[in-house]
């Protein structure tokens, strides 16, 4: 593995001074989709090795845009019916609603929350996620909230390997505009060229500075996470599942706008269709989720039916407390297939082929970034007997270690690109007496 060397700016820094810097990361690091805990995870980790040679001792953490602290329990949860509940609104309606929920949350909780969190801070980055999108305004109001505390403090502000799409309300279009044309802001790079053009599109238009490209802090999970020995029992496939509530809600690709209960029948019927076309290709399946509690109530109704019409070695893993227990999971297996990014790019990092199911543009980005392209399909087309021969193929040709290889390098000297442009951006640090 090829570790970039981070670069060496200068500080201003005067002799004799303590280097250690304080970096926040802003992000939904302690959210259920413990895909957003990986990245954040990541990132974490990375920037502050990469920090080791710019300022030794430099700590980093993050702040949960949603007030989070620590990991979500296991435990059933009001999500799924809050989304319910809101997709049965009227579109101007359910803005309104969330909107005045969102201003009070923000007003009341996030506020205090983040301006706690900043004290003593040096710099902030958002990142990583796809946080540049617009929920019925969820992301535009805490992105503006805490962007705004950064600015009060004066801090340098980055933003790294977000997500955007162009789905953004105009509320949402000038809240975004105004947080970062007045954050400090050294640094910005987002995940993939879609992003670059939305930013560019509606961001640069408002006096934000142009975004470079860099690479998704996920693809670093085989560095910063350990690999568990392989299982003896013949090869494992990780069937990563997703409730069809969660793709209606946040698809922008060919799930959106689908008809609830038709599309909710075709998915059960296709992952009992795919547990079955996995073991008919050889694999012992695990049905998995990324911990979104959507998708475990939707699991733990439908997984019991799947084994039993499987008639193979087929079971359901238990729910994962953190992402360390995720990629340990997917690192042990030797196919993954998933709806969900983050399961894709962790399995990607650790060289497992992946097969990903088409429901979000973000997801198409990966995929061609890797160079895995032909190896994301939509669920209407990809029947059983096609899951099997894809899922031989994809085992029998593997990944290209090479390319594997220069994508992680390449991710951490954008790291450590954004990191000399944070260490340029701080204020100098004073000497001691």
Same mark, same amino acid.
């Given at each position: 593995?090829?570790?970039?060397?981070?670069?060496?700016?200068?500080?201003?820094?005067?002799?004799?001074?303590?280097?250690?810097?304080?970096?926040?990361?802003?992000?939904?690091?302690?959210?259920?989709?413990?895909?957003?805990?990986?990245?954040?995870?990541?990132?974490?980790?990375?920037?502050?090795?990469?920090?080791?040679?710019?300022?030794?001792?430099?700590?980093?953490?993050?702040?949960?845009?949603?007030?989070?602290?620590?990991?979500?329990?296991?435990?059933?949860?009001?999500?799924?019916?809050?989304?319910?509940?809101?997709?049965?609104?009227?579109?101007?309606?359910?803005?309104?609603?969330?909107?005045?929920?969102?201003?009070?949350?923000?007003?009341?909780?996030?506020?205090?929350?983040?301006?706690?969190?900043?004290?003593?801070?040096?710099?902030?980055?958002?990142?990583?996620?796809?946080?540049?999108?617009?929920?019925?305004?969820?992301?535009?109001?805490?992105?503006?909230?805490?962007?705004?505390?950064?600015?009060?403090?004066?801090?340098?502000?980055?933003?790294?390997?977000?997500?955007?799409?162009?789905?953004?309300?105009?509320?949402?279009?000038?809240?975004?505009?105004?947080?970062?044309?007045?954050?400090?802001?050294?640094?910005?790079?987002?995940?993939?060229?879609?992003?670059?053009?939305?930013?560019?599109?509606?961001?640069?238009?408002?006096?934000?500075?142009?975004?470079?490209?860099?690479?998704?802090?996920?693809?670093?999970?085989?560095?910063?996470?350990?690999?568990?020995?392989?299982?003896?029992?013949?090869?494992?496939?990780?069937?990563?599942?997703?409730?069809?509530? /969660? +793709?209606?809600?946040? $698809?922008?690709?060919?799930? @959106?706008? %689908?008809?609830?209960?038709? !599309?909710?029948? &075709? =998915?059960? *019927?296709?992952?009992?269709?795919?547990?079955?076309?996995?073991?008919?290709?050889?694999?012992?399946?695990?049905?998995?989720?990324?911990?979104?509690?959507?998708?475990?109530?939707?699991?733990?109704?439908?997984?019991?039916?799947?084994?039993?019409?499987?008639?193979?070695?087929?079971?359901?893993?238990?729910?994962?407390?953190?992402?360390?227990?995720?990629?340990?999971?997917?690192?042990?297996?030797?196919?993954?297939?998933?709806?969900?990014?983050?399961?894709?790019?962790?399995?990607?990092?650790?060289?497992?082929?992946?097969?990903?199911?088409?429901?979000?543009?973000?997801?198409?980005?990966?995929?061609?970034?890797?160079?895995?392209?032909?190896?994301?399909?939509?669920?209407?087309?990809?029947?059983?007997? /096609? +899951?099997?021969?894809? $899922?031989?193929?994809?085992? @029998?040709? %593997?990944?290209?270690?090479? !390319?594997?290889? &220069? =994508?992680? *390098?390449?991710?951490?000297?954008?790291?450590?690109?954004?990191?000399?442009?944070?260490?340029?951006?701080?204020?100098?640090?004073?000497?001691?007496?």
């Amino acid at each position: 593995m090829i570790a970039a060397e981070a670069p060496s700016p200068s500080t201003g820094t005067k002799p004799g001074a303590n280097l250690a810097r304080r970096i926040a990361l802003l992000n939904v690091k302690y959210s259920p989709n413990l895909g957003d805990g990986l990245l954040s995870e990541c990132l974490e980790a990375e920037l502050a090795r990469t920090f080791q040679t710019i300022a030794p001792g430099t700590q980093v953490f993050s702040i949960d845009l949603a007030g989070r602290r620590a990991y979500p329990p296991i435990a059933p949860s009001r999500r799924a019916a809050l989304i319910m509940v809101l997709e049965a609104l009227p579109a101007s309606l359910r803005q309104m609603v969330t909107r005045l929920a969102l201003s009070a949350l923000v007003r009341l909780r996030l506020a205090r929350h983040v301006r706690t969190q900043l004290a003593g801070c040096d710099a902030v980055v958002l990142g990583g996620g796809n946080l540049l999108t617009d929920a019925d305004l969820n992301f535009p109001m805490k992105i503006s909230g805490a962007l705004g505390q950064a600015a009060r403090l004066r801090l340098p502000v980055a933003v790294y390997g977000v997500g955007a799409n162009r789905q953004w309300s105009e509320a949402g279009r000038r809240l975004f505009g105004r947080a970062l044309g007045a954050a400090k802001l050294a640094y910005a790079a987002v995940r993939d060229a879609r992003s670059q053009a939305a930013w560019r599109d509606l961001l640069v238009p408002q006096g934000v500075r142009a975004a470079a490209l860099s690479g998704d802090p996920g693809l670093l999970a085989s560095c910063h996470f350990p690999r568990p020995p392989l299982p003896f029992d013949g090869p494992l496939a990780g069937l990563c599942i997703t409730a069809p509530m /969660a +793709l209606r809600y946040h $698809a922008t690709g060919p799930e @959106a706008g %689908g008809a609830a209960a038709e !599309a909710c029948a &075709a =998915l059960d *019927a296709w992952y009992a269709a795919a547990a079955q076309a996995l073991v008919a290709a050889g694999f012992r399946v695990a049905l998995f989720t990324n911990g979104s509690p959507e998708d475990r109530d939707y699991l733990d109704a439908m997984g019991p039916s799947w084994i039993l019409a499987a008639k193979g070695p087929v079971t359901m893993t238990n729910p994962f407390a953190d992402p360390a227990e995720m990629v340990g999971f997917i690192a042990g297996c030797q196919l993954i297939v998933a709806h969900r990014m983050h399961a894709c790019i962790a399995a990607h990092s650790f060289a497992i082929p992946t097969i990903g199911l088409r429901w979000d543009v973000k997801l198409d980005s990966f995929f061609a970034l890797a160079g895995r392209g032909q190896f994301i399909a939509d669920t209407a087309t990809l029947d059983g007997p /096609a +899951l099997t021969a894809l $899922a031989r193929r994809v085992l @029998a040709e %593997g990944v290209d270690r090479a !390319a594997l290889e &220069a =994508l992680i *390098a390449g991710t951490r000297a954008d790291i450590a690109h954004m990191a000399a442009a944070l260490a340029r951006a701080m204020q100098p640090v004073k000497a001691a007496a």
